[in-house]
């Protein structure tokens, strides 16, 4: 049996209920998980990198900044920010909440972190770049002023956000899938269904042309039906 696509159509809107049908459960799995996800937040900080402001020094300067961005993620500042804010959790467990990224146009430095604890992810990126701004000062005392680059923070951390689970787009990508994977059940019951309910059935199955239809036998026998009981009446009343 082959469907061609306004058969799949005609399918797809006698047994809708279906498709609605899956589309709905596999939201309310879908709410059901995120709801069971441990929550994950997420702050950001931004270093600011300046120099002395001549063509060569800037264009040094943005070959260093991914450079910069790699010191960010050292154990020796995991392993001070984890002791200076008494977490307990080790350098490997810092290094693994923490990201930093170059921002070259800008001659940035950003840091993101994430963390179940919105409070101390807020915290960690915080002081991640205290340390590192300051490490960054210790190892400038050696440079000449001219050629030294410095870092500075820039703003505050920004406040912690959710970032997982995000219910809205799971619920939502499942109930995509839900509509797609209802229309193959519809579909595929329809195909495995080989009893005839139409016109058009018995046209496409047989390869003839409908001339004619009997109507259905309740249709023939109403009439009568409400015809025999007057008569009926009409015999009891004469007596």
Do not use: C
Not at 218 to 231: M, N, Y
Request: hydrophobic letters at 50%; aromatic letters at 4%.
């Amino acid at each position: 049996m082959v469907l061609d696509l306004w058969s799949s159509l005609g399918i797809l809107r006698r047994r809708w209920w279906i498709v609605l049908l899956v589309a709905a459960s596999a939201a309310a799995v879908a709410v059901v998980y995120a709801r069971l996800q441990t929550p994950v937040y997420r702050s950001t900080i931004r270093l600011e990198v300046s120099a002395r402001f001549d063509n060569g020094q800037q264009l040094a300067l943005e070959r260093q900044l991914p450079q910069l961005a790699q010191r960010v993620r050292t154990t020796d500042v995991a392993r001070e920010v984890d002791q200076r804010l008494r977490l307990d959790l080790g350098p490997q467990a810092v290094l693994d909440r923490l990201r930093a990224e170059a921002v070259v146009p800008s001659g940035q430095i950003q840091i993101e972190a994430d963390d179940v604890d919105p409070g101390r992810v807020e915290a960690i990126v915080l002081e991640t770049a205290r340390v590192f701004e300051e490490q960054h000062a210790a190892r400038n005392q050696g440079i000449p002023t001219q050629d030294r680059a410095i870092v500075s923070i820039l703003d505050r951390p920004t406040p912690a956000g959710l970032v997982w689970p995000q219910t809205r787009v799971i619920a939502g990508a499942a109930v995509l899938l839900g509509l797609f994977v209802g229309g193959l059940l519809a579909l595929l019951i329809d195909y495995l269904d080989d009893t005839l309910k139409t016109a058009a059935d018995v046209e496409r199955t047989l390869g003839t042309i409908t001339l004619g239809r009997i109507p259905r036998p309740l249709a023939l026998l109403a009439p009568l039906s409400v015809a025999d009981g007057a008569g009926h009446r009409a015999t009891e009343r004469a007596r």
